[in-house]
């Protein structure tokens, strides 16, 4: 089992895969085939938009959003994350009156949602509770706002729970 090492811009995080049988690297096989084609398609369309419109376009943003969201359900948390942290800064550039909120709200999500899955929850935490200041600034205007709290908050208080489960179970070993 080999052991990913990414640095996030605060925290390390050490990502070990799952171990695999010869059936689910059948799947794996067909799947990665999958991921290929469409990131290489992602790819060719976010070249063309970056060329013709710019970085901040937002087809280009989207196509970024995508490629780190195939890279994430492929399981290259780096790549993931570069490109969902690229995203994210080409929306932060544009005039803050053609920012999306549900945009920035969405690839912040997916950010949290990556370091989540590397098991990096310090890092998770702090993407989901920017997430919901987005959420909660009085002039957001997403549909289902509520709900949206809701949810991002029950996600910080799993979140923290299990980092602090974990870090206890720690302390236990260590004794």
Do not use: W
């Not at 060719?44 to 490629?67: D, I, N, V």
């Not at 509520?146 to 949810?151: G, L, Q, S, V």
């Amino acid at each position: 089992m080999v052991a990913t090492i990414i640095v996030s811009p605060r925290t390390e995080c050490v990502h070990i895969p799952p171990t695999q049988n010869s059936d689910s690297k059948k799947k794996n096989t067909i799947s990665h085939h999958h991921h290929t084609i469409q990131l290489k398609t992602l790819g060719e369309g976010l070249e063309l938009y970056k060329q013709k419109y710019g970085p901040s376009h937002p087809m280009a943003t989207f196509l970024m959003t995508r490629m780190g969201q195939e890279f994430r359900n492929e399981g290259n948390f780096h790549q993931a994350i570069q490109h969902l942290t690229a995203a994210l800064e080409a929306v932060n550039s544009r005039t803050p009156f053609v920012q999306e909120e549900e945009e920035v709200i969405g690839i912040t999500m997916n950010l949290a949602n990556v370091y989540k899955e590397m098991e990096c929850i310090p890092e998770a935490v702090r993407y989901y509770k920017n997430a919901l200041i987005l959420v909660q600034q009085p002039n957001c205007s997403i549909a289902n706002k509520e709900r949206k709290i809701a949810m991002i908050q029950r996600i910080i208080k799993r979140q923290q729970q299990q980092h602090h489960l974990h870090h206890h179970q720690q302390q236990q070993q260590q004794r």
